[in-house]
């Protein structure tokens, strides 16, 4: 194959063939710091395998389970090995819903790739600090990635049953994405799409079918045990809300900056809502925007959680690339900047010596306005 038919045959490979070809790059170069014999996955552990032993044992769960009840229910299949073979299945498991949110976002963004281009983004995606991080901690964090990816694809072709099918299944890990999920429910309320709130209410309803013979209160349900973790963990955690108790300031700060946040959302969203025609990378730009105010402004969320900062990283690379002149080398370096050494460098900083993981909220507050900024350049640009 010539050099020049690549970016042809990328686009016309089979989808599948394509999530397995770049599942395999991912585990060469995740084997450079990933060693999937010897996984810590102390989160898979806490969070499916020990409390689905304990449901397949005892038919229930502690009440300070922090998560739905049908997390661990839907974990099962991968609880009921020994628990180095559940570790090694999940992380196979990961590298495939990576491979396909990779593959995903290439084609929602509709990138030209060259070889060295697809290598690229395989390098940075595998290699993302909080990928990584879910990777070897066994989080749940890479399921909502492809949740969000499905998201974005399934409104942009217009599947609405699906949307809301992805739109539910996201309640699974429901933190990382409620405010996108809460926004596109609303639009479907508002826009008539009926299709989308079916979906969405038929795998709410089962989840809670198959959770209710379990359960011991109503609030496992929906995680009995989060209010507890949110009083021990908030000043730890990657969110506007652990950044600033750590720099000593008290609650209502971060909280007015967070009512801030979802007023401007509120604001950049509302022509949407109501029907106003809207291009697909406009409805990107929204998408984004709502994964990057939810990231911040919530306040129980760590930093393996930011690997949902692809996507909005993924539009403004796409925005960037659009810039004709010079600056285009300078918005792709700062870009990389934000992604990689900032966020590598606020980690060996603060985690290691302070033991929170509040200052990694940063580089999402720094993408925020760079977004903003390259959407409107390019905006001016195209006009």
Not at 64 to 93: A, K
Not at 106 to 126: A, D, H, K, Q, Y
Not at 212 to 234: A, C, E, M, R, V
Not at 243 to 256: E, K
Request: with cysteine; aromatic share 14%.
């Amino acid at each position: 194959m010539k050099f020049n038919d690549f970016p042809r045959a990328i686009q016309n490979m089979n989808f599948f063939k394509l999530v397995l070809l770049v599942a395999a790059l991912l585990a060469v170069i995740l084997f450079v710091f990933i060693d999937p014999r010897k996984l810590d996955a102390s989160d898979f552990l806490l969070i499916a395998w020990y409390p689905g032993q304990e449901l397949l044992t005892t038919g229930s769960i502690h009440a300070d389970y922090p998560y739905p009840l049908w997390t661990v229910l839907v974990m099962l299949p991968f609880v009921v090995w020994p628990p180095q073979t559940s570790m090694l299945l999940w992380f196979i498991c990961n590298v495939l819903m990576l491979a396909a949110s990779l593959v995903i976002f290439m084609r929602l963004f509709e990138w030209n790739v060259s070889p060295v281009f697809f290598i690229s983004l395989v390098l940075l995606g595998g290699y993302f600090l909080p990928v990584l991080t879910s990777l070897w901690l066994g989080q749940l964090t890479i399921f909502s990635l492809l949740i969000l990816a499905l998201t974005a694809y399934m409104f942009k072709t217009q599947r609405w049953g699906w949307l809301g099918i992805m739109l539910g299944l996201s309640f699974i890990k429901p933190q990382v994405m409620i405010l996108l999920a809460g926004l596109l429910l609303l639009w479907a309320l508002w826009q008539r799409r009926w299709g989308v709130l079916l979906g969405f209410g038929a795998v709410i309803l089962l989840l809670t079918l198959i959770s209710l013979p379990f359960i011991s209160s109503p609030g496992q349900i929906i995680g009995g045990g989060i209010s507890s973790h949110l009083g021990t963990y908030l000043r730890q955690t990657s969110t506007l809300w652990g950044l600033f108790l750590n720099l000593g300031m008290s609650w209502p700060v971060p909280l007015a900056i967070s009512l801030a946040l979802l007023a401007w959302l509120g604001w950049v969203w509302l022509p949407f809502l109501r029907g106003t025609e809207t291009s697909s990378g406009r409805i990107l730009f929204l998408f984004s925007a709502a994964t990057l105010v939810n990231l911040m402004a919530i306040p129980y969320s760590w930093m393996h959680n930011l690997s949902l900062l692809l996507l909005p990283l993924g539009y403004s690379l796409t925005r960037a690339l659009k810039i004709k002149s010079g600056a285009r080398l300078a918005w792709l370096t700062l870009l990389f900047f934000i992604m990689h050494p900032l966020l590598l460098g606020l980690f060996i900083a603060f985690s290691e010596f302070d033991h929170t993981q509040a200052f990694q909220i940063i580089p999402a507050l720094a993408l925020l306005p760079i977004m903003l900024f390259l959407e409107s350049r390019t905006k001016l640009l195209s006009s």
